[in-house]
């Protein structure tokens, strides 16, 4: 019988993100399942970190989320963050050309990476060299660049990507990526990448959004689409769709129509689901809407909002969302997701949670690649930009009496796919063969 510690690396991996924001830690989170020791590892903050590495990660947090809240500011703001996007641009696709020259972002990394930076981490995982699997590029750079036995794997988590995700020398590195659609798997040839280092898994999503043989997505989006439908303009068209890929909708919806507002982790556009909150504030007070505002961890956010709704008197029906951990966060948005109906956000790695079924209200963007997502949401049908939150009583009772974000809703689960986190799983089990 093999002993318990061998059973406990079977199909096991490292699983690293950092955090910076929510997207790495997101997106690592629906492959806890496969995490070793049943927990995700953050770059920046694991338990004995050098001192001199946590200082330099939390300087470059610091950094982007400090620029991310000044943007904001009229004209100084804007150039500020102009300056710092800059390096994380990413190049116009067309016309299509050898990218691989690495720019001066990546090899600032990787000269910091040689002057020692995360080679704690990396000799702690040579130990017990699993496959290493991470949400950023920048500890897949040092595993690689510090000579880790295992394989490396990166998850990629926006839409399309700037050349400092693939290594100096991407024809000759060991690095393999997890790509979330074909513009991520065709920019990485691009940068000079190899075809067989790239595996078109799809997005990581919660498994618990999803169940077997996608049990729970349907039942979910079903519930959805009676909300998202009232008047039955897209049922009534594109009913044989819905009738081969969800089955007979039920007669009412199982929860109020509900909106969800996520914010971002730097903290930023906290002012435009106040705005619409109190937009429609008619329609919560009477219970035909509910409004969630999804906060994370940060509980000068909460507080934000508490003191600026308690005198709108909605009964509850405006829930603020978030957690004491991280962890505790993903899981109740999870939770919470399940009897969302439209989720209202900048176009971050959450663009990808359209595959889950669910028509994304597109904020503006922060930065390049969020550029990018939205492209792609527009590209893929799934999503809507936001107009002025101030009417949104207008705008959005009009996309969901026309049947719209219903259309938006079917376009997501169609098109983008859901099964990243399984793909992801399964390759890893055979990694070893």
Same mark, same amino acid.
């Given at each position: 019988?093999?002993?318990?510690?061998?059973?406990?690396?079977?199909?096991?991996?490292?699983?690293?993100?950092?955090?910076?924001?929510?997207?790495?830690?997101?997106?690592?989170?629906?492959?806890?399942?496969?995490?070793?020791?049943?927990?995700?590892?953050?770059?920046?903050?694991?338990?004995?970190?050098?001192?001199?590495?946590?200082?330099?990660?939390?300087?470059?947090?610091? @950094?982007?989320?400090?620029?991310?809240?000044?943007?904001?500011?009229?004209?100084?703001?804007? =150039?500020?963050?102009?300056?710092?996007?800059?390096?994380?641009?990413?190049?116009?696709?067309? &016309?299509?050309?050898? @990218? $691989?020259?690495?720019?001066?972002?990546?090899?600032?990394?990787?000269?910091?990476?040689?002057?020692?930076?995360?080679?704690?981490?990396?000799?702690? =995982?040579?130990?017990? &060299?699993?496959?290493?699997?991470?949400?950023?590029?920048? &500890?897949?750079?040092?595993?690689?660049?510090?000579?880790?036995?295992?394989?490396?794997?990166?998850?990629?988590?926006?839409?399309?990507?700037?050349? $400092?995700?693939?290594? /100096?020398? &991407?024809?000759?590195?060991?690095?393999?990526?997890?790509?979330?659609?074909?513009?991520?798997?065709?920019?990485?040839? @691009?940068?000079?990448?190899?075809?067989?280092?790239?595996?078109?898994?799809?997005?990581?999503?919660?498994?618990?959004?999803?169940?077997?043989?996608?049990?729970? /997505?349907?039942?979910?989006?079903?519930?959805?689409?009676?909300?998202?439908?009232?008047?039955?303009?897209?049922?009534?068209?594109?009913?044989?769709?819905?009738?081969?890929?969800?089955?007979?909708?039920?007669?009412?919806?199982?929860?109020?129509?509900?909106?969800?507002?996520?914010?971002?982790?730097?903290?930023?556009?906290?002012?435009?689901?106040?705005?619409?909150?109190?937009?429609?504030?008619?329609?919560?007070?009477?219970?035909?809407?509910? +409004?969630?505002?999804?906060?994370?961890?940060?509980?000068?956010?909460?507080?934000?909002?508490?003191?600026?709704?308690?005198?709108?008197?909605?009964?509850?029906?405006?829930?603020?969302?978030?957690?004491?951990?991280?962890?505790?966060?993903?899981?109740?948005?999870?939770?919470?997701?399940?009897?969302?109906?439209?989720?209202?956000?900048?176009?971050?790695?959450?663009?990808?949670?359209?595959?889950?079924?669910?028509?994304?209200?597109?904020?503006?963007?922060?930065? $390049?690649?969020?550029? +990018?997502?939205?492209?792609? /949401?527009?590209?893929?049908?799934?999503? +809507?930009?936001?107009?002025?939150?101030?009417?949104?009583?207008?705008? @959005?009772?009009?996309?969901?009496?026309?049947?719209?974000?219903?259309?938006?809703?079917?376009?997501? =689960?169609?098109?983008?796919?859901?099964?990243?986190?399984?793909?992801?799983?399964?390759?890893?089990?055979?990694?070893?063969?």
């Amino acid at each position: 019988m093999e002993s318990k510690n061998n059973l406990e690396k079977q199909h096991k991996a490292w699983v690293v993100a950092a955090d910076m924001g929510y997207g790495h830690q997101r997106t690592a989170y629906p492959l806890r399942d496969i995490a070793f020791g049943g927990k995700v590892i953050n770059a920046n903050s694991y338990d004995g970190i050098p001192k001199k590495d946590k200082k330099f990660w939390y300087q470059t947090r610091f @950094l982007y989320e400090f620029i991310s809240r000044f943007k904001k500011i009229p004209i100084i703001g804007e =150039f500020v963050f102009g300056l710092l996007n800059k390096f994380q641009k990413i190049s116009t696709y067309y &016309p299509k050309r050898d @990218l $691989s020259k690495p720019d001066i972002f990546l090899k600032t990394i990787f000269y910091f990476i040689r002057k020692g930076w995360g080679k704690d981490l990396i000799e702690r =995982f040579k130990k017990n &060299p699993l496959p290493l699997i991470s949400t950023f590029f920048t &500890p897949a750079f040092m595993a690689e660049e510090l000579n880790y036995p295992g394989q490396i794997y990166c998850v990629i988590c926006d839409a399309d990507i700037a050349r $400092s995700w693939a290594s /100096l020398n &991407p024809q000759k590195s060991k690095i393999k990526y997890f790509a979330p659609n074909t513009w991520t798997r065709d920019r990485l040839k @691009l940068y000079g990448v190899k075809s067989e280092s790239i595996f078109l898994t799809g997005y990581p999503l919660p498994k618990e959004n999803i169940g077997e043989d996608l049990k729970i /997505l349907k039942e979910d989006l079903r519930n959805r689409l009676i909300n998202l439908d009232p008047n039955k303009r897209y049922r009534k068209i594109y009913g044989p769709l819905i009738k081969v890929a969800l089955g007979k909708l039920p007669d009412k919806s199982n929860h109020p129509l509900t909106i969800m507002f996520s914010i971002g982790g730097a903290g930023a556009q906290k002012e435009i689901p106040l705005n619409a909150i109190i937009s429609l504030k008619e329609k919560i007070k009477n219970r035909k809407l509910r +409004f969630i505002i999804a906060v994370g961890v940060r509980e000068e956010l909460s507080k934000y909002f508490v003191d600026n709704i308690k005198n709108l008197k909605l009964d509850g029906w405006v829930q603020i969302l978030s957690g004491i951990t991280t962890d505790e966060y993903f899981k109740n948005f999870n939770e919470a997701l399940r009897e969302t109906d439209i989720l209202w956000t900048k176009p971050s790695e959450l663009s990808f949670y359209t595959g889950l079924g669910v028509p994304i209200i597109i904020a503006p963007t922060i930065g $390049s690649q969020e550029d +990018f997502n939205k492209k792609w /949401l527009l590209h893929t049908g799934a999503g +809507f930009p936001q107009e002025d939150p101030k009417y949104a009583d207008q705008w @959005l009772y009009d996309l969901i009496n026309a049947g719209d974000l219903a259309e938006m809703a079917m376009q997501g =689960f169609i098109e983008i796919g859901s099964m990243g986190a399984y793909n992801i799983e399964e390759i890893i089990a055979n990694s070893g063969k």
